[in-house]
């Protein structure tokens, strides 16, 4: 159970409600806001936490909805660095949600599997952002000879965007992780 009880959608706040319809109704949405609900009819994931805090949440879940759907990082390579992310934080929420993304976006069950134990994906642009995120997660650096390959396959917008989504996601590790938000019920736990 997550350390943030649910905000009732009848008892928002209008700038709640607002972040609500942001999220529930943006480019996330598949038309139905009962999908962004959990058990408790919280909002699932990192979202209650916004509503929490609804103008700086109203600003996450924009740049996150930019991040996701605007970027020019090919999708396989993007979810590739968001579970990269989530693995390094252990964000069970963030690694199960984006590893269905991923999957759906081409990622390998094999790719998934790598990052999981933490080892370097085959495939050479995997194998670069991979070790690009893992760098900017555990290193706080990005050495030259790294840099000049995600250069080389991201161009410029592209290794900016992929530091800004990799920062990005360590912001949701770290919300999903202070407020335990939980898997839905029934998910196993991807880490020990």
């Not at 706040?13 to 942001?22: H, I, L, M, P, T």
């Not at 360590?170 to 991807?190: K, W, Y």
Request: charged fraction near 25%; charge should be negative; hydrophobic fraction near 40%.
């Amino acid at each position: 159970m997550s350390r943030l009880g649910p905000v009732p959608l009848d008892t928002m706040s209008d700038a709640q409600k607002r972040v609500f319809d942001g999220i529930t109704g943006g480019p996330r949405s598949k038309g139905d806001p009962a999908e962004f609900l959990n058990e408790e009819g919280a909002l699932r994931g990192p979202f209650n936490a916004m509503l929490y805090s609804p103008e700086m949440g109203d600003l996450l879940q924009q740049l996150g909805g930019k991040l996701r759907y605007e970027t020019i990082i090919p999708a396989p390579l993007r979810e590739l660095a968001i579970i990269t992310v989530g693995c390094h934080f252990k964000a069970e929420y963030e690694w199960w949600a984006h590893v269905k993304v991923g999957k759906t976006a081409g990622l390998s069950d094999a790719t998934i599997e790598s990052v999981r134990n933490g080892e370097v994906p085959n495939d050479p642009a995997e194998a670069t952002v991979y070790r690009f995120v893992s760098d900017t997660q555990t290193k706080t650096r990005v050495d030259d000879a790294l840099y000049a390959e995600a250069l080389e396959l991201l161009g410029e917008q592209g290794v900016t965007e992929l530091v800004f989504l990799a920062g990005y996601y360590a912001t949701i590790s770290h919300i999903l992780n202070a407020f335990e938000v939980g898997l839905p019920t029934g998910v196993d736990p991807a880490f020990e």
